[in-house]
């Protein structure tokens, strides 16, 4: 038997280890590696090319989202679910747009997981039940021909998106410089080409957008004097 080659994205260590543990279990299953934030796990799933990326959205240093978005494009044919305590439309949709082939609740059962994980395995998409219809009703542009999500472009750059996520979890520009080995200058560049295209030009501003779409949760917030 040919296995589905998983890997886990989830940076709380608790969760993570459950999900390990669950699909163990299944004979069709094969874990091949675990990150515990965006970063590692682009750099994971870059070296082990697994058939699926399980990955969680909030994660620090870089988000599901952003991490989905440069591994459709790094990686072709990896299919990618995205783990979130949130059913709201708006992460959903940004889901759909990184390019995700699912989108499973952490509410949801181990079933549910294992169901999903063959669903984009067999080339096809995967939503929650308990959102299924309603967002496929209200959007029904996300499907393709192929029966895949539809990719849509974002407005910002993947560098942009990096800077917005260090914004919304207070990091300076300095220390956005350092955890992205680039320049300040580079990085304030960024600042200003995303405050730019979103016409947002405060950090609260920001950081707002940031949760509103799904970028970071709100438990991820940081205080905003």
Do not use: W
């Amino acid at each position: 038997m040919n296995r589905i080659s998983v890997l886990i994205a989830e940076d709380h260590t608790l969760v993570r280890e459950g999900l390990r543990a669950m699909l163990q279990h299944e004979p069709d299953f094969e874990v091949i590696g675990e990150a515990q934030d965006g970063r590692k796990a682009v750099v994971m799933a870059m070296e082990l090319t697994p058939d699926v990326l399980l990955m969680d959205i909030a994660m620090p240093q870089l988000n599901g989202l952003e991490a989905a978005r440069q591994l459709t494009k790094a990686v072709p044919g990896i299919r990618i679910i995205i783990l979130s305590a949130h059913s709201d439309d708006a992460y959903v949709k940004s889901a759909v747009d990184s390019g995700a082939s699912g989108f499973i609740l952490k509410q949801d059962t181990s079933l549910d997981v294992c169901r999903a994980i063959r669903e984009v395995h067999r080339g096809g998409v995967y939503y929650s039940a308990s959102i299924a219809k309603r967002f496929i009703s209200i959007n029904p542009q996300v499907h393709d021909r192929s029966g895949k999500m539809a990719r849509k472009a974002s407005v910002l750059t993947s560098r942009e998106m990096e800077v917005l996520q260090l914004i919304a979890e207070g990091k300076a520009n300095k220390e956005s410089a350092v955890e992205m080995g680039i320049s300040i200058k580079t990085v304030e560049k960024h600042r200003g080409h995303l405050m730019d295209k979103l016409n947002i030009h405060d950090t609260a501003g920001l950081t707002r957008y940031a949760i509103a779409t799904g970028i970071i949760e709100s438990s991820v917030q940081v205080t905003i004097i």
